[in-house]
């Protein structure tokens, strides 16, 4: 259990790094468009904030190559099938040749997850944190992971970095919602 803690307690603080994001993600990740996109989702007037999500996922869906931009359609597109083998081998490989590629851990990360192998999934998320800081959909899925393992506090936590990143998502809203309802809405 101490293990399982200690390396818990290193995910959260990955994302805790990430309310703290400025000039931390990797150069790819700070392309002007992309401040541009996040100026805009951060935006509490923001309407379009599904089109402004879409964007920031299409941003970071470009690997720079052909072939391993092929690599995560071709996982995207087995995960889709149900094909989670295939899926965690597309992303592997992806991976494997484009480890500075935040989505490729990402996307791994989700199959790992949709697997139910937790572990190997938050091993790639503290991945996708440490290339993309602001990577909201990785924040998120830290902390279903750790709600589910029974972590609600820290869960409290990726919950609330994500929202500081992206405010506007109801999943986000909701599981802060359901958390502080869980934990007495203590400051963590």
Not at 104 to 113: E, I, K, S
Not at 123 to 142: E, Q, V, W
Request: aromatic share 8%; no cysteine; hydrophobic share 45%.
């Amino acid at each position: 259990m101490g293990t399982r803690r200690r390396y818990l307690n290193t995910v959260v603080a990955a994302a805790a790094v990430a309310l703290n994001w400025a000039g931390a993600a990797a150069a790819d990740q700070n392309a002007p468009r992309l401040e541009e996109l996040f100026s805009e989702l951060q935006a509490p007037d923001t309407v379009r904030w599904q089109m402004v999500e879409r964007q920031i996922w299409s941003e970071w869906s470009k690997s720079g190559s052909p072939a391993m931009d092929l690599l995560l359609q071709r996982g995207q597109q087995a995960m889709e099938a149900g094909d989670l083998d295939e899926a965690i081998a597309h992303f592997t490989a992806l991976v494997d040749h484009a480890p500075d590629f935040a989505e490729g851990w990402n996307a791994r990360a989700t199959a790992y997850f949709q697997a139910g192998l937790y572990g190997p999934s938050l091993a790639d998320i503290r991945m996708t944190l440490a290339l993309n800081p602001r990577h909201f959909g990785a924040l998120s899925g830290l902390g279903r992971i750790l709600e589910e393992l029974g972590e609600p506090e820290q869960a409290l936590v990726a919950y609330r970095a994500a929202h500081a990143i992206h405010p506007h998502q109801p999943g986000i809203k909701a599981g802060i919602e359901r958390l502080e309802l869980r934990t007495g809405g203590q400051a963590l």
